[in-house]
């Protein structure tokens, strides 16, 4: 069973709500604190075997795992998350700007307001990508063409008379 596999039967199965809730505290916790590090440290790539690297974080392998697949969609190169195992050696390049709007496009406030931000994104980079998710967000409504306007074809026709039949 690959580590990915074991991370989503991890997460996913819980006996009770209670259960639930307390996992993901403590995994929010966990993952909090690898990024804290990682941001404190200015560290673009993590590099290495992913049992050597979970040590270092102070974390589980399968919640190192839970971490790769958070930060996965924000890296410069892909990865695979299905062959991961805890022997296997793993690069990740972390895309910045790409991480802080993937954290502000799930709303982890926990994450995207850590303190270490401050040295790698300035402020107005960061409301630059906030506003960026919130105008994606944003449904604009089009104008209606009214039957008696001139048809958008620009025939010079009233629509109704032109492609409004």
Not at 62 to 76: A, N, Q, R, T, V
Not at 90 to 117: C, R
């Amino acid at each position: 069973m690959s580590l990915y596999t074991e991370w989503r039967n991890l997460s996913d199965n819980h006996e009770s709500q209670e259960a639930e809730v307390k996992f993901w505290e403590d995994y929010l916790k966990v993952e909090a604190s690898i990024y804290n590090e990682l941001l404190n440290n200015k560290q673009e790539v993590v590099e290495g075997v992913v049992s050597e690297l979970a040590a270092k974080y102070n974390a589980s392998v399968e919640y190192f795992m839970g971490f790769i697949d958070g930060i996965s969609e924000s890296l410069k190169e892909d990865i695979t998350l299905e062959t991961i195992e805890a022997d296997s050696t793993i690069k990740l390049d972390i895309d910045w700007e790409k991480l802080y709007y993937n954290m502000v496009a799930v709303e982890a406030h926990w994450l995207y307001n850590l303190p270490g931000w401050n040295e790698i994104l300035p402020e107005a980079k960061r409301k630059e990508l906030q506003k960026a998710y919130k105008t994606s967000k944003t449904v604009v409504k089009e104008e209606k063409v009214g039957r008696n306007d001139a048809c958008p074809c620009g025939s010079g026709k009233k629509y109704k008379k032109c492609c409004g039949k």
